[in-house]
């Protein structure tokens, strides 16, 4: 059974940085494209950054220059390094990740960058 678990979610200052983490288990196959999503109260659910199994990348324009994804092919771990954060930031963060041609959720972790 696929797992994705999160961490690294947390209140921080408007300018200030976290590093969220994504364990991934379970895939019998190799995890190929892996990525972050988030969703703001209100809102749909939008792609923050993706990462292939090669290193290839892809950023929302909001998070250009902010956010770096990386990932761990050995560990199944992916990572988003969020650093200058702002209050539209704010959101839950889900981990994605695709197992063969299926995708998967994590369960999501808080992010609010609040003064």
């Known amino acids: 059974q696929v797992q994705l678990v999160e961490s690294g979610g947390g209140l921080v200052q408007p300018g200030g940085s976290l590093r969220l983490s994504c364990a991934a288990s379970g895939c019998i196959f190799r995890f190929y494209g892996m990525g972050w999503y988030r969703q703001a109260p209100g809102k749909q659910r939008e792609l923050v950054a993706g990462?292939?199994?090669?290193?290839?990348?892809n950023y929302a324009d909001s998070v250009k220059g902010r956010f770096t994804i990386s990932r761990d092919n050995a560990k199944n771990t992916v990572y988003l390094q969020m650093n200058s954060l702002k209050p539209e930031d704010t959101a839950v963060y889900y981990c994605?990740?695709?197992?063969?041609?299926?995708?998967?959720w994590g369960q999501g972790t808080q992010v609010t960058v609040s003064s």
């Open positions: 990462i292939t199994r090669g290193g290839n990348t």
């Open positions: 994605n990740a695709f197992c063969s041609d299926r995708g998967y």
